[in-house]
């Protein structure tokens, strides 16, 4: 994992300006897709897509939860930079960024909007370093368990919260970017055509990988 100097907060830069990039997110269609494609790409890993796909360039995560059960793992095997936001402190592995509670994205940096889902921060992370202009690929983004499962990862352990009616309360957040993207120069698809979340266009992936 690369590390970072813990003195200050991280300001996210538009480096990736007019490119393509992916967000594995994580659903259960990840597994639908051959993500050696994605090998020289801009990547962003969710959570413990991080495993999945140990060489994206960043991986994000909200719920400190989550850190503390896999920091070991994350630590030992993924090989970016790890974004997280306010509560989580400073630390030598973590690039420490606002948290925006609002609908829709920041435009500030400083900052990621953070609203019922991590997804949400990954594609306000994702237009940062795009600058405003380029293009998205979701990939798992399907909003509903698949076959009893709701992940490609390893599941979350027993005893975290869960609502019932989390994919409901997804959608929700997830249009509200749906629409803040439709006035900027980023474009998100959705590369799962059969996702219950259809606030996206659906791309498939290998259109975009080619």
């Known amino acids: 994992m690369a590390r970072t100097t813990p003195t200050d907060r991280w300001r996210v830069p538009g480096d990736w300006r007019g490119d393509v990039c992916f967000i594995i997110c994580g659903g259960p269609s990840v597994s639908d897709h051959d993500l050696s494609r994605l090998s020289g790409r801009r990547v962003i890993a969710i959570n413990s897509s991080m495993f999945t796909y140990p060489s ?17 793992r994350a630590v030992a095997e993924f090989q970016g ?7 989580m402190r400073r630390g030598i592995y973590l690039h420490l960024l606002h948290r925006a509670r ?22 306000n992370l994702a237009c940062h370093l795009l600058d405003w ?3 998205i690929g979701l990939l798992g983004l399907d909003g509903e368990d698949r076959d009893g499962r709701s992940w ?11 609502s019932a009616k989390r994919y409901h309360f997804h959608g929700l957040a997830l249009q509200a970017v749906a629409d803040f993207l439709a006035a900027t120069g980023v474009r998100a698809y959705n590369c799962n055509p059969r996702a219950a979340h259809r606030m996206f266009p659906h791309r498939s992936f290998e259109v975009m990988t080619s």
């Open 81 to 87: 930079r790890v974004v997280t936001m306010d509560p």
């Open 102 to 123: 609002q609908s829709g994205l920041t435009r500030d940096p400083r900052y990621v909007a953070v609203w019922h889902t991590t997804t949400t921060a990954a594609i």
């Open 152 to 162: 490609h990862h390893d599941p979350h352990p027993e005893g975290w919260p869960r």
């Open 133 to 135: 202009s380029g293009e």
């Open 56 to 72: 994206a360039d960043y991986g994000i995560f909200a719920d400190h939860h989550w850190w503390t059960e896999w920091k070991s």
